[in-house]
């Protein structure tokens, strides 16, 4: 199947180790040649002995909880400038500065719909009840005496992006309202189980302690699957704009349902109807019907490197890399386009490769220095393959502001600069 | 306190749908897109006003709501609002609300001579 002119992926792998020789015998590629350089900060560069090695460095635990160097203040959450309402709005994950697939607690995205409280877990308490043989109520103590378990899923908000211009500048503006991380916890089946679910038990309606007292019915079903009550994040305790001291975690469903600050779980025979699951987060199609209980957040990925706002040094090697997720379970593919989605091309899939979490994707570029339009295009286990935006628009339309899981092309200009290709 | 005004326009074009320009925004208002009445109850309850959530009496919050309801054209100026003529009231859009029927986007995941 493999065309000389297809360049499978094994292929550019040898063109590039070639190129890499080449380019290193020829000019200097990727590493800069050995000799002085001047200016300012050369003190501190070869062959000299930079300053930090002539004076002993800060001593042990002079941050007793360590934070990034002071190099990368810029690497913080990214909030829209025109956000009218600070307590219900949003900040994205700086996914073009990250590695990996584990977000930092840190930069992990936030979506609030009244504000972060600050709460004393020791005057925090779970209510169940409803359709339950023994309503009960625990404290965060309580929670912790369950059998815990800790497993890494994404979050993603349901809109992110809209379907409509003006979109993103950077991969962070354009789909920064998603990251992932390790959570523990207990699984929420093991809590209804103490309780005893009714047989006519169908939904569970979740409320967090914030003032918005987001409210979001979620199926039984799924509660019963692999839903979490979530007490940690990457081996720490919760933090409160990730939901201290609780949080719900269910996998691959909009960010919204992952219920933060949890404090009562009301089991029900049917769905609340609550604003945020009615007048919100309900998909509005272009004949005037809207989606109720649209759960799922359907495979998509984005190349985060290169992407929107950085620039390339100039021709030569440079990875794609990028991150891949579905709600529907495992990522299966990668493909990558260089050439306006004209051909297309499997990347690497970096490993561990897991169910409902962001999977890192690898792809080696030997960039010309002409100017290129670059995407990735995700496929999940089940079959499902992330659709063109004009895919999408031409069966939803663009009234919605949720589920938007379209691949997104970034433009390289022959100066290296890259933007983003659908503005 | 321009801008708070404006933000003050804007949401009251929100409350009711305001039909002169049908903006994204607006096609959410209450009476144009809200399929169930007693949500905007619920809603009120529990997170207004924004400034002092669950301040309001019971009473209040339905006064609130038959107000709001009245400015989207469902109720009368002097309509007197209780649990059981909230949820007998029926909502314009409620017949619209259909289930999820995705996957509804297929992408042929073409590979060459695309």
Known sequence: MA?????PPVTSRRRFLRGAVAGGIAAGSLGGEARAETGKGADNLPPNVPEWMKTPGDPIGSQLYGMPSEHEKNVVRNIPKNAAQLISAASRS???DLDGIITPNGLFYERHHGGIP???PAQHRLIL??????PLIFTMEDIRRFPSQSRIHFIECSGNPTYTKPYGKTASDLVGLVSCAEWTGVALKVVLQEAGLKPDAKWVVAEGADAAAMTRSIPIEKCLEDTMLAYSQNGERLRPQQGYPLRLVVPGYEGNMNVKWVRRLKVTAEPVYSREETSKYTDLMADGSAREFTFYMEAKSIITRPSGGQRLSGPGFHEITGIAWSGHGKIKRVDISLDQGKSWQEAQLQ???LTRALTRFRFPWHWDGSPAVIQ????DESGYVQPTLAELIAVRGENSFY???AIWPW???GNGEISNAQV | MRRFDRRAASLALVLVGAAWHVSAQERYGIGRYWPYAPTLFDYIRRAMPLNAPQSLSDTDVYAVSAYVLHLNGLLPADATLDAKTLSALKMPNRGMFVGDPRPDVKNPACTKDC
């Open chain 1, 411 to 413: 433009r390289i200009a």
């Open chain 1, 351 to 353: 490993e561990p490769i």
């Open chain 1, 376 to 379: 990735s295009r995700a496929t």
């Open chain 1, 118 to 120: 600050n709460i004393d």
């Open chain 1, 3 to 7: 065309e000389p002119d297809n360049h």
């Open chain 1, 129 to 134: 009840h409803g359709l339950v043989d023994k």
């Open chain 1, 403 to 405: 589920h938007n899981n």
């Open chain 1, 94 to 96: 700086p996914l073009q």
